[in-house]
């Protein structure tokens, strides 16, 4: 049974830093592309970051380039994403999702197979 399970979010005032995990218990998780999504109170899911297999390729949503970053361990079956200087806008459940049928790198919803239940980020101004 495939599993993804988010950590890491919580409150922290605009300027601030969070770290987010997420443990996927996929078989062969470095065949997997990683990718981050998150969704805003009556707002749809969007784009915010994805990793190809071995990490050698990354792609960020514009609106969180050069504060997020996103990363991956294989060795631990994890993905991360590091978001600093966090503004108010940044509020979001953040998704953590797993994809093998695609080309490249998807940066939209249907790209990816698996889903977490997400972790809420609050950033308060």
């Known amino acids: 049974q495939v599993q993804l399970v988010e950590s890491g979010g919580g409150l922290v005032q605009a300027g601030g830093s969070l770290r987010l995990s997420c443990a996927a218990s996929?078989?062969?998780?470095?065949?997997?592309?990683m990718g981050w999504f998150r969704q805003a109170p009556g707002k749809e899911r969007e784009f915010v970051a994805a990793?190809?297999?071995?990490?050698?390729?990354?792609v960020c949503a514009d609106s969180v380039k050069g504060r997020f970053a996103i990363s991956r361990d294989n060795a631990k079956n994890t993905v991360y994403l590091q978001m600093d200087n966090l503004k108010p806008e940044d509020t979001a459940v953040y998704y953590c999702?797993?994809?093998?049928?695609?080309?490249?790198?998807?940066?939209?919803?249907?790209?990816?197979?698996?889903w977490g239940q997400g972790t809420q980020v609050t950033v308060s101004s």
């Open positions: 999702a797993a994809g093998l049928s695609r080309l490249g790198l998807p940066t939209f919803v249907t790209g990816y197979d698996y």
């Open positions: 996929l078989r062969s998780f470095n065949n997997y592309y």
């Open positions: 990793i190809r297999w071995n990490g050698g390729n990354t």
